[in-house]
Structure formats: C-alpha cells, structure tokens
C-alpha cells in the first residue's frame, strides 16, 4: 500500500514510534489517496485546549465520506469562580488549575465517549521521559503517572492541543499533556491555532444529538470571519481554510474585554458579557434606557478596524457623573447602562461587517468567539446577512466560548501538520491566525 503522506510526514520526525505507523498504514489502513476504492476509516480526533480560564477535552470522529462529525464527548470545566475574585484570569493561577483538571475532564470526555478502560495490568512507562517532559507540570505529574499507568489506550488518531494565542503559562500545561500522551499512547500531535478554531466551529451543523454536517465545502471561498473574544477582534479573510488574512482588528481592548471592563466599572462580576447581556436584555423588556448616550468609536471610520478602550472609559466618567450629582447606580441605572454599552458595541460591530462584507463582495460570513454567545449582536448580525442577502454561520450558543470541540476540529483539518511528542512545541501567547493585510 501507498504511504499516507501525513502519516509519513510525522514518521520521519518521529522514529521512535514507527511501530504506530506500522499501525495507521497498515492495520487500520489509512486510505491510500490513489485508490479511491476503499472505504475510509473515521479519523479520531481529541481536542485539548488550556489557552485561558477553560480546561477542555473533546473527542470526535470525523468520517470524510459523508463529510459528518460526531462529537463523542466534550467536556469543559470553568474557572470562572476562581478568577472572579481577582476580577479577570490570573495566568499562573489558571496554569495550576489546568494542571489539577485536565485528567479529571479528559477522563469525563473518554467515559462519555464510552473509550475510558482501566487496565488489569499496570501499562510500562518510562518515567524518566515523563518526568522530563511534565517537569514544568509538578502538580500535574504524579496524576499523570497514576493515570497512564491505569488507563487503556483509548482509540484516538490525534491528539489536537492548542499552542497560542493565549497564555502561555496555561498554553505549556495543554502542550506537555498532550506531548505525555503522544509519548505513551502513540499518537501524533497537531498544535493548533485557538483563533482559527473559533472559524472552524461555526463550520459545523447540528443534524442530530451529536452529529453535526461538515460545511467547509458547501461555503463558497473567500469568506469573511469575525472574531470576537475575551482577546481578540478581527476580521479575517477566509480565502480557504487554513489560509487567513486579517483585514481589520482591535487597535486597542478586545470586544470581551470591553464587556467585561464596562462589568466592573458597574459593580458585576467577572466575566462581564453574560451579565451585561442579561441586564441589557431585562432592560429592553421593561423600556429602562440610559441617562445619557455612549460613543461608537470608530463607526465612522473608513477601514475595518476597532477601538473598543474609549467605550470603557466613557462609561466609567458617565458613573463619576452620576456620583457628582449623587444619582445612585442602582440595579435600573445599571441596566439602562449595561443596555446603552450593547446597543454601542454592537453597532460598531454590525457597521465594521458591512464595511467588509461590500468591500469583499463575499457569499459567507462565519462568526466565532465567546462574545458571539450574545444574542443581540447575533440577532443583529443575522440580520445584516438577511439585508446583504448572504450566508451567516455561527456557532451553536454552548460551543461559542472556549471548548475543546474547536481544537479537535481544527486538529482535523490540520492534521497534515502531526508531529510526534519528541518535535519541540512552543507555547506562542501573540500566534496570529494569519497575516494583516
Ligand atoms: O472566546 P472566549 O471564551 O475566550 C477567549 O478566547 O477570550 O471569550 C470570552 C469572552 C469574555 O470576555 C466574556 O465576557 C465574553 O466572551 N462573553 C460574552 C458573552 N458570553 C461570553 N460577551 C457578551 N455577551 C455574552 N453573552
Ligand atoms: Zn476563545
């Protein structure tokens, strides 16, 4: 049989697990690509993302026949209620507790995916090897050893793990787990770009529980994606997957990040977006506006770019003003706030997207990010591709904040870039999905 060029790929780098290539190419026979008459195998992928406050593991199959995915399991643990405190993530904060979760979440995702097996005898491992590459992992270690020791391999043709952009300190804790489990299991890694999973889960449709259609060959090329999270705004090119160019960005706080700076300024916890878009929402039911308008900064301007930092501190004098004048920022006066700060953000968001959809005459626009969670600038957006009489694909509400269901799709159709645990991986905070152009 003809070798499948990823898996050789990966093989040259990686000698010391030749047995596992003996074992993709011709035991579970990896379609040779000039056949064409074999049946091909579902591809296996575990998704593992740590790029800020979620721990998450996902397990999918992707049968590239009939162009489906099914999401085996998926699991995401928050650290929401540990960050609050602080008010926003604290990065070695988040390190240690991706470190004391990861097992327990990727455990979850197995059971669920029925592929979680304890072994009758303990599975040999070279403990020097883990040691060295969990050294920066010392909480994480001894779970490690206990676990792979107990554990069955379980069915997996990839492990995806996120390698930025992110923090870093939480980005190695992903990267290590992953490189310890390529090292025991066999199995190839694909580092992943956390941004370009945000485009990649809007790029699926749910058929029925757990099935979803792959939709990346049925959207017409370029396309136009925005980004809006707790660290990023942009709009990107989407000339073909894998190939991203971004055409507008932030030039200052990111969208959540406004979201979530606005909360604090009147008094509501971290993160701020749900809650300012629950008040908004309860503020719109019951006709409470705010006392004074806010600025869309930028709106105006002729490019793609945004500036969300004047936003924040325009609503931050708006409550000193209040203050002066001995106006309490009660639960109303909040709500009316937290509504006015919405309606500005998402007209400038809403302004930006027509900017560029006219600009690139695209079919499609994909939306991805935490930030998409919000139903009024969903709504507003659908809306926009309704006037502009083009596609909108956004993600289901549950997948729209971080997961690892984006990293193991973007592990998919990157897995001609697996590389065995022993090829040097980097932690990468400021990874850009692609060039500014
Ligand atoms: O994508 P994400 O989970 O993490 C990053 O990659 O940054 O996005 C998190 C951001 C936070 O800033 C949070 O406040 C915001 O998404 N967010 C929302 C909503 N849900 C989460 N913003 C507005 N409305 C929401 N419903
Ligand atoms: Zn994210």
Known sequence: MKKNSDSVKWFCNNARIAQLVEHFLDVDGVPDSSSGARTMKPVKILGIETSCDETAVSFIEVNEESETVKILGNTVHSQIDIHAQYGGVFPILAKREHQINLIPVLVKTLTEAGDFARTETKVKINETEIDQILKNESELLPHFKKFISNTKKPDVDYIAVTVGPGLEPALWVGINFARA???????????????????????????????????????????????????????????????????????????????????????????????????????????????????????????????FSGLKTS?????????????????????????????????????KMKKAVEKFAVETIVIGGGVIANTNIREHLEKLATECSIKILLPQFDHSTDNGLMIALAGYFNKSKAVGFDIHLKAVGTLPIGPRI
């Open 315 to 351: 609503v931050l004098y708006l409550t000193q003003r209040l203050k002066e004048k001995n106006v309490p920022l009660d639960n109303t006066m909040v709500s009316g706030i937290a509504r006015e700060a919405e309606d500005a953000i998402t007209d400038v968001i809403v302004a």
């Open 181 to 307: 489990l390529s090292h025991v299991w066999n199995i190839p890694i694909v580092p992943c770009n956390h941004m370009e999973g945000h485009v990649l889960t809007a790029l699926i449709e749910k058929e029925k529980a757990g099935d979803y259609k792959l939709l990346d060959k049925k959207i017409s090329y370029p396309a136009l994606s925005l980004l809006i999270s707790g660290g990023h705004t942009q709009i990107v090119l989407v000339e073909k997957i894998g190939n991203y160019k971004i055409v507008g960005e932030t030039r200052d706080d990111a969208v959540g990040e406004c979201f979530d700076k606005i909360a604090r300024t009147l008094g509501l916890p971290y993160p701020g977006g749900p809650i300012i878009s629950k008040l908004a929402r309860e503020a719109r039911e019951k006709g409470i506006t705010s006392p004074e308008p806010l600025p869309r900064p930028m709106i105006k301007s002729n490019d793609m770019d945004f500036s």
